[in-house]
């Protein structure tokens, strides 16, 4: 395949996301700390408060997953014991620790100083930490946010993930960092956020439009990219949206599609989808090629809310610093329960005029992919149009089938055109 | 006269029906997918218009009053002399074919005993083709690969012996040219050859030409024309033709199974390689599918092991696993451990008709599972695919979609294998005379 063809947005990230890596695998030069944390809850800038690098292994994950180097790493992890159906982002995590834990900038990842454990609904969070926790033996900060299992928040788990941020994850940070906390300072990073969020928010509702200038799931995963990282909270996340809505305005100026890795606009726009779960990543191009082939365009996605629910309304609040970081990690896509998925998924499909609900479920996805086919045929119900249902995994190559995935969204695609034409007509 | 043509391409088969514009079928045809679509596509196309000619055969005869009550017959033996005179060209085919493959150093000065060997070789496989081609004669295949394959060497061995020849050297040479010739696309000229069989069969005595060659001589000069082929299956993306003319599977055994039974609502499939529940709404539309993901357990190649692991031909496992009257639980349907789970059984001293018919259950359980993914089965419900053929596991369904869902009416067609085909076809006439 040729190289993909990039935006200044996505040039702008890249950038970010390397120095981000020369920042954390410098560390011992620089006598930064370093704390490995999740993208469900990620508390960026509170970590920030303390000059602590955020380093994501889930984000290290998907480097691995897209640079094709995950699945060695997971055999690795498996000749230590770890079962076929563990979760494959762990695996590979595991097993690039097992083949001397390089980076993708080529540098060796120095330990973390402190696990910083925000649970937001993925049990397998947890083990993954005591894995880690085994393996580095350093302190472990857990915030546990409570599951929103009535579909809403109470006043009670907010009061109790502020009580544990301020008895727990503070004091814990600045024992690791050695830097006192300045509640002005998390305000500071928290102002910077809610602009960016406003940003994002933007780009990702332009996909109401028609044609719709964005991709909301393969294109999405950009867009979320420094929300979702360690960026959130800095000045140049805001740069960032600042360019992405120069470039998703000027697509929608000149009435054209999202830019595909071909470099061409997608503007022949047949079929308007919602989709429900990650993206497989080691196959991300074939996979993202199947759809704009066929005419695809994904106008809103679940995956792009795993790392905070913006469209939503949320915004981080400087006025309220540690309530809002609290209010943020029960609001988690991860966090919902399945009634609340199949409203947020069946307004999705209703709002941005899509033909149907495609679901993506993760083979290894445990604690996910579960409820899926009902969250499928509630939307079905609900909206009365078409669902689908693929299956694919997050960075195991194994578990990659492109012909039965195409085979499925080709058929779906041809049920959609085939229902929209109406009854005795040739799809 | 205007003809629709569904293609199915499969992994294992390649299935081609002819409609004309009433969705009235015309013709089928089938042969092995070799692996080389372009090829297994134009011989499945070409067997499919050949039974289109002999429908139109049968619609002519139907009018002279002087054959009547003997149609049937007159179109078997002129199939049957049609056949015998395309496989005698296939013949010259694969005889030139070889001629041009006695090369290379294993053939160095032997050039003319093996020549004139293969010319003795390919005079019997001529002679001994008339009594291939008998009225009443049981042929063991229609392919010709089958066919003269097993007459070569059965001819081959004795020839090589007495011009002191290594029987290989010829063995050899056949392999080679006969992929050449089976990846050849069909030779034309379909009509020349119905009027050679014509020929062969009054000459014979076999049709009393008098009354039969005008109506037939009327039959081939109706042109048929290919208005719209719709290709369909695993191998759809190699044909020949713009993606418009592409269609999912799932779509084409939707519609082809509520051409077959136009009541049916829901639809298994069980192919070589994969399994789909579809739902489909009065109309034949597809509402609902799922099927299996990139595992291929439970599927008709998994019988293809277990028959090879027994030693056993496909057909042979129904019938054995009917034979049974106590099921041993297999719990994996996985293809790559279905010898060790069968190896395991028997060890424990399970009886080879028992353990058969618990794979065929748990063949049928993993669909349940999938069609109850794809939203239950409703009335009626029909049964297609290779498995479909299978009486053990149609027997388990049976048992099975009572216990789960009641009485259902349960639709198994003997054509179910063109299905796919039928379905694609029909999207054929849809797409032009809709």
């Known amino acids: 395949m040729s190289e993909a063809i990039k935006e200044k947005s996505m040039l702008l990230q890249k950038d970010m996301i390397s120095r981000n890596y020369e920042a954390i695998t410098s560390k011992h030069e620089t006598g930064r700390k370093v704390a490995s944390t999740f993208v469900p809850g990620n508390l960026n800038e509170l970590l920030m408060c303390f000059d602590i690098v955020n380093n994501l292994p889930e984000i290290n994950a998907i480097q691995n997953g897209m640079r094709k180097v995950s699945g060695n790493y997971i055999l690795e992890a498996e000749k230590h014991g770890h079962s076929e159906d563990v979760c494959t982002y762990v695996k590979a995590d595991i097993g690039m620790m097992g083949k001397g834990n390089i980076a993708p900038n080529g540098k060796p990842f120095p330990n973390p100083d402190v696990l910083l454990l925000s649970y937001t609904g993925c049990y397998t969070f947890m083990k993954w930490f005591e894995l880690l926790r085994e393996q580095y033996k350093c302190p472990t900060l857990m915030l546990h946010v409570p599951y929103e299992g009535d579909g809403h928040s109470t006043k009670n788990m907010r009061d109790y993930i502020v009580k544990q941020l301020k008895e727990v994850v503070i004091p814990g940070l600045e024992q690791v960092s050695g830097v006192k906390f300045d509640i002005d300072r998390l305000r500071q990073y928290l102002k910077n956020s809610a602009k960016a969020e406003d940003g994002l928010v933007w780009c990702l509702e332009q996909g109401k439009i028609k044609p719709s200038p964005i991709d909301a799931y393969f294109g999405g995963v950009y867009y979320i990219g420094p929300m979702f990282t360690a960026f959130r909270g800095t000045p140049e996340s805001i740069v960032y949206y600042e360019e992405l809505m120069k470039e998703v305005q000027a697509r929608i100026d000149n009435k054209l599609g999202p830019v595909t890795p071909d470099g061409t606009p997608f503007n022949d726009q047949k079929y308007r989808l919602v989709v429900e779960g990650p993206p497989n990543w080691t196959n991300f191009r074939e996979f993202w090629k199947m759809f704009y082939d066929e005419g695809a365009v994904v106008v809103a996605s679940s995956y792009t809310k795993v790392g905070g629910m913006y469209d939503l309304g949320f915004r981080h609040d400087p006025d309220h610093p540690l309530e809002t970081l609290a209010d943020y990690c029960l609001g988690c896509y991860t966090n919902r329960n399945l009634p609340t998925r199949v409203d947020i998924l069946a307004k999705y499909v209703e709002e941005y005029e899509a033909d149907g609900l495609l679901i993506n479920s993760i083979k290894s996805c445990n604690s996910f992919s579960a409820g899926q086919l009902m969250i499928m045929k509630e939307v079905e119900k609900r909206t009365g149009k078409p669902g689908a249902f693929i299956e694919s995994d997050l960075v195991d190559p194994r578990y990659f089938s492109a012909a039965n995935i195409k085979n499925r969204l080709e058929s779906y695609f041809q049920m959609i055109e085939q229902k929209r034409r109406g009854t005795g007509k040739a799809a | ?434």
Do not use: W
């Open chain 2, 1 to 434: 006269m205007r003809c629709f043509i569904g293609i199915d391409l499969g992994s294992t088969t390649t299935k081609a029906v002819v409609m004309d514009e009433n969705t009235q079928l015309l013709g089928r045809g089938i042969t092995n997918s070799r692996s080389n679509y372009d090829t297994a596509a134009a011989v499945s196309k070409q067997e499919a218009l050949i039974d289109t000619r002999l429908t139109l055969f049968r619609r002519g005869l139907s009018a002279v009053p002087e054959v009547s009550g003997k149609v049937d017959s007159i179109l078997a033996d002129l199939e049957r002399n049609f056949r015998h005179v395309q496989f005698l060209e296939q013949l010259d085919d694969l005889e030139q074919t070889c001629v041009r493959n006695v090369k290379g150093p294993r053939y160095v000065g032997k050039e003319t005993g093996v020549n004139t060997a293969l010319a003795e070789v390919f005079k019997q496989l001529r002679q001994s083709s008339h009594a291939l081609f008998q009225p009443g004669a049981r042929r063991k295949s229609d392919f010709f690969r089958d066919l003269a394959g097993s007459d070569f060497m059965q001819f081959g061995e004795p020839v090589a012996r007495d011009a002191g020849l290594p029987f290989d050297l010829l063995v050899n040479v056949y392999d080679k040219s006969i992929i050449e010739v089976e990846n050849r696309p069909p030779a034309g000229d379909m009509e020349g050859k119905f009027l050679r069989a014509l020929e062969k069969a009054s000459g014979s005595g076999d049709i009393d030409s008098a009354s039969v060659v005008k109506p037939v001589k009327d039959a081939l000069a109706i042109p048929l024309e290919e208005t719209y082929v719709v290709g369909t299956g695993y191998g759809r993306v190699r044909l020949p033709f713009p993606k418009e003319h592409i269609r999912s599977e799932i779509l084409c055994h939707g519609l082809g199974a509520h051409m077959m039974y136009p009541d049916t609502r829901t639809v298994l499939d069980i192919g070589g390689q994969d399994t789909k529940g579809i739902q489909v709404d009065p109309q034949g539309i597809v509402e609902n599918f799922q099927m299996n993901d990139r595992c291929a357990a439970g599927c008709g190649r998994y019988l293809g092991y277990i028959a090879d692991e027994m030693n056993m031909g496909l057909h042979e496992l129904g019938p054995l696993a009917m034979k049974s009257n106590k099921t041993v639980r297999i719990n994996s349907t996985c293809t790559v451990f279905a010898g060790a789970e069968l190896r395991d059984r028997l060890a424990l001293g399970e009886k080879r008709e028992d353990i058969l018919a618990g794979l065929h259950r748990s063949i049928i359980l993993r669909a349940m599972s999938i069609l109850s993914r794809a939203g239950g089965v409703k009335d009626q419900f029909t049964f297609t695919g290779g498995v479909a053929k299978n009486e053990a596991a149609v027997r388990e369904l049976r048992k099975l979609i009572k216990e789960n869902y009641g009485d259902v009416t349960i639709n198994i067609n003997p054509d179910s294998i063109y299905t796919g085909a039928l379905g694609g076809a029909t999207f054929a006439v849809r797409a032009v005379v809709n």
